[in-house]
């Protein structure tokens, strides 16, 4: 069978609850980035195969992913950031030790 | 079954493979890896669906700068070689509970809805269509988005300057009074 | 018209009195205290009599009849437009009178306590509370609704509260204002219900309005409250019967009376203050406050007021006979004297002749008030002199003691209904209303005046005479201070002169249950019996107690068990111990008191752990970790997701 909208489609939602649930059990910060990053490739990919198969006509798609890959690196910047940070005033990055939100 | 199927079912095979791979690895440097593998796997598609300039991209920016920035994170604050600590079970199978329904739900969805294929003449992708697109400024044009992540992309250089800045004037102090604050709270 | 200024600053001098020795006394008039609350009650007395002159001379009487004047109304707390509690002077035949008692015989005590208390470390706050008492009681006095009665009443409860725990180092003192404030709280709580009751029925809470429609048959009010009935009898009989609680508690009327007797624990001019003149009449004021109610809306409660009345005039005179402490027996002759002014009442009828007892019971309020606040301030001067209150630590003391022993004769004879004093007139007046009411109670009064000449004279003897003259020695500190100074002797002789004249003020010119004059008419030969009864008396205490003798022990041990009785007050307190401790403690309090602690308590406990568990659940929720907020999260978004579109479409 050819691959085709639907085969993509399937690959994106699969790397992105991949991500999420990556992002639910782990309890490192850096590999939770990580899933973050899975998530917003799966998106990427749902962009492109929107694109690609329903507006070829348009390019509006492929800029959206542009766009996003821009943040992406934009945010990954930001969260290592602030992971380091993290890692300087807790001395660990266990997501588990962070948990100041609760006050 | 044509070369070129075989290539997406290889492709995506990998990317699903390694996405996993990437999760639940205990080795956070190997999980870098295969998540190094995975973007790659996904420019492959990029390649297959004939999107050559975003490959590109996903290669140079996701592979060439993301991972390698994820990595140096890494060796700045982990030691490398040891497991990553084991997540709670409970925690676990409630997340793949919720993980699976949500992923059911969404293919269910995808596979009831119809998608309209439009009629209209493909536009090819290639650079110059893109960089006359990306530059426009009449009616479809991405200028002013264009201009807005260059600021915000100059907005985060700043930002990670400032957090890393503010950091190395006095860490002890600001140690110590967080914890005697937590404290008094608890 | 009435003098809205004067009438109003009678109360307000002794407030200002109270608030200002309250606050600064102790700081700023450690000695002038005394002096700075007789000078403001004197000026009270004065305002008190000049408007009483003015009142039944001037402006009171209209066509002949002396009208109820309302001085001054103001809204006080209104709940809503028509409903309101106000604050009034009510100017009337009885409260022009109360007034001119009230002040008249504090000013006395104002003057007594000078002598009598003179160097008291809290002399200051003795003379506040006086002045709190003195501004509540006329506060209660010229009360114009039965709600501003009421607050007025608490506050004399109060300051009787204070003022007879007034030596608070004294443990029997401490115990006796409790026991004063618990029974007649407990009393006021039937008084309050049946003031909700009298006003709800009447729909106002105004004397005037409430009388007006709750004796005209054909109103409204009237109708429905006569309608209305719980246990067989009507919502009035039961106000009406509820207030009278009110009043019996604080009138000490059997069996309301235990506190009575304790009370004498408080300094002496005190007792004769509020335990004998003032306060303790508040209860027949009361019940002659509202007498139209009662007498013609409600007979029957009227006729229960009486054999209180009667009952406890006789209980109280058997008791008295058998005390040995002094300020006891006079207690229990107020309480009986107090039953002769309530079974006055009791067999009184609404105006004209028929409402002789009435008038009868003001005039006795009048005279018992001259004359017991003499004999208490007389047994504060002995009590003084001698340092005791016990009969048995005295006698003798008439030639170290002279003014005291003519005052105190006069107020005997007073008492004991010996013509010409002003005791004879007034229970004339009461003995009459009874043998025209009602026999039985006529009989159960013969008697009792009978007894109070005994017993008043067995302690005029007792103080007086009996023993021979103690020697120097035995006389500790009597050379000190001797009789007393000029302020306490000169109350006690303006006293006494007002107990001798008082009796041919011709009272029911002014006092009457309508209003109109009344021309009490004697019959000499009506009076040969009690006035013979009391001469009995007398001479029974002479034979018994003029000379020391063993007389009165062998009475006692051919009497036993009629003695024994009498002298431990028929055992009422006792009762009353054994009703609270063992009855109500055992049957109603423990188990209550279970109730509280396991299922009260306990409903309380289950509420609070189960909140506890609760938020101890919740608080986990708020972790403060990502992931658990996150997994909530999409948790949430696939239910909602599934609701929207598979349920709710």
């Known amino acids: 069978m050819e691959p085709g909208l639907y085969h993509i489609l399937f690959l994106s939602t699969a790397l992105f609850f991949i991500g999420v649930y990556g992002f639910l059990t782990r309890r490192n910060l850096i590999t939770m980035l990580m899933s973050i990053e899975l998530i917003l490739n799966s998106v990427n990919l749902n962009f492109i195969a929107f694109n690609k198969y329903l507006w070829p006509n348009q390019m509006d798609g492929l800029f959206f992913t542009l766009f996003i890959i821009a943040i992406a690196a934009a945010e990954a910047a930001v969260a290592i950031a602030i992971i380091i940070n993290l890692y300087r005033s807790h001395n660990s990055i266990d997501v588990e030790n962070a948990e100041d939100l609760k006050y | 079954m044509t070369g070129s199927d075989i290539i997406f079912y290889l492709l995506a095979t990998l990317c699903v493979v390694f996405a996993l791979l990437s999760v639940t690895t205990r080795h956070i440097f190997r999980a870098a890896i295969y998540l190094l593998f995975t973007l790659i796997g996904i420019a492959g598609i990029y390649f297959w669906l004939q999107y050559e300039f975003i490959a590109a991209v996903q290669i140079v920016v996701y592979v060439g700068g993301i991972v390698v920035l994820i990595i140096f994170s890494i060796f700045l604050t982990q030691q490398t070689g040891e497991q990553l600590p084991k997540q709670k079970l409970d925690r676990k199978i409630f997340a793949a509970l919720v993980v699976f329904a949500g992923f059911a739900l969404t293919m269910v969805q995808i596979y009831q809805h119809t998608f309209i294929e439009t009629d209209e003449i493909a536009i090819t992708p290639t650079v110059e269509n893109i960089g006359k697109k990306m530059l426009a400024v009449d009616s479809g044009g991405y200028a002013l988005p264009f201009e807005v992540i260059s600021i915000l992309l100059l907005a985060a250089l700043i930002g990670c300057i400032v957090i890393a800045l503010r950091e190395k004037k006095n860490i002890e102090p600001q140690i110590q009074d967080d914890t005697e604050e937590h404290k008094g709270i608890v | 018209m009435p003098n809205v200024t004067a009438i109003s600053l009678i109360p307000l001098l002794p407030l200002a009195g109270f608030l200002l020795l309250g606050l600064f006394g102790r700081k700023y008039f450690k000695n002038s205290s005394g002096l700075i609350g007789t000078v403001l009650l004197l000026a009270s007395t004065v305002l008190a009599l000049y408007t009483a002159y003015e009142y039944f001379f001037v402006y009171g009487k209209v066509a002949g009849v002396y009208e109820k004047f309302v001085a001054l109304q103001l809204t006080w707390l209104e709940f809503s437009p028509g409903v309101s509690i106000d604050m009034g002077l009510i100017i009337d035949p009885i409260s022009v009178m109360m007034l001119v008692v009230v002040t008249f015989i504090s000013l006395m005590v104002h003057i007594y306590s000078l002598g ?97 429609r709750l004796t005209s048959p054909e109103s409204n009010e009237f109708k429905a409250a006569a309608a209305s009935t719980f246990l067989g009898a009507s919502a009035l009989t039961w106000g009406a019967a509820l207030v009278f609680i009110g009043g019996a508690g604080k009138s000490a009327m059997f069996p309301l009376h235990i506190w009575l007797p304790d009370a004498m624990e408080g300094p002496t001019p005190v007792s004769a203050l509020i335990h004998a003149a003032t306060m303790v009449v508040a209860g027949v004021y009361l019940v002659a406050r509202l007498f139209p109610i009662f007498s013609v809306a409600v007979p029957g409660v009227l006729e229960i007021i009486g054999w209180v009345g009667a009952v406890s005039a006789i209980v109280a005179a058997i008791i008295a006979c058998t005390q040995t402490d002094i300020k006891r027996v006079l207690a229990y002759s107020t309480m009986s004297q107090i039953g002769f002014m309530m079974f006055a009442l009791g067999v009184s009828n609404y105006g004209g002749e028929a409402g002789l007892g ?144 008082a009796g041919f003020i011709p009272f029911g010119e002014y006092v009457s249950s309508d209003g109109k004059p009344l021309h009490a008419h004697f019959d000499l030969s009506f009076s040969i019996a009690p006035v013979a009864l009391g001469l009995i008396g007398i001479f029974t205490a002479f034979w018994l107690y003029k000379k020391q003798n063993d007389k009165p022990t062998k009475l006692a041990t051919s009497l036993g068990g009629i003695y024994k009785t009498a002298y431990n007050k028929f055992y009422i307190d006792e009762i009353y111990l054994f009703i609270t401790k063992k009855v109500l403690f055992n049957l109603i309090g423990r188990p209550a008191a279970w109730f509280d602690k396991n299922i009260v308590d306990g409903l309380m406990n289950l509420i609070g752990n189960i909140t506890e568990k609760i938020s101890e659940g919740i608080k986990k929720v708020q972790s403060g970790k990502v992931q658990q907020y996150a997994i909530y999260f999409l948790g949430g978004v696939i239910v909602l997701a599934v609701l929207f579109i598979y349920i709710w479409k």
């Open chain 3, 358 to 501: 009435y008038t009868a019971s003001m005039f006795h309020l009048f005279t018992h008030a001259m004359f017991k606040a003499l004999l208490f301030l007389g047994a504060g001067a002995v009590i003084h002199y001698v340092h005791s209150n016990d009969m048995k630590d005295m006698g003798g003391l008439r030639k170290f003691l002279p003014i005291t022993h003519i005052t105190f004769l006069i107020a005997c004879l007073a008492i004991a209904g010996v013509p010409p004093f002003a005791g004879f007139f007034s229970k004339e007046e009461i003995l009459l209303a009874a043998y025209n009411n009602n026999m039985a109670i006529y009989w159960i009064a013969l008697i009792t005046s009978g007894i109070t000449a005994f017993y008043m004279f067995r302690l005029y003897f007792n103080i007086f005479w009996s023993k021979p003259a103690p020697s120097p020695s035995e006389r500790a500190g009597g050379e000190v201070h001797g009789e007393g100074g000029f302020a306490m002797m000169m109350p006690l002789v303006l006293l006494a002169v007002g107990t001798a004249a």
């Open chain 3, 116 to 212: 009598y208390l003179k160097g008291e470390e809290r002399f200051p706050t003795y003379y506040s509370y006086l002045g709190l008492f003195t501004f509540s009681m006329l506060g209660l006095v010229l009360a114009s609704n039965i709600f501003q009665i009421y607050i007025f009443w608490e506050l004399v409860g109060v300051s009787s509260f204070l003022l007879i725990g007034y030596y608070y180092d004294k443990p029997s003192a401490v115990a006796a204002c409790k026991k004063a404030f618990i029974v007649t709280r407990f009393a006021d709580l039937g008084f309050l219900i049946g003031i909700l009751i009298l006003s709800f029925s009447g729909g106002t809470l105004d004397f005037a309005t409430l009388i007006e």
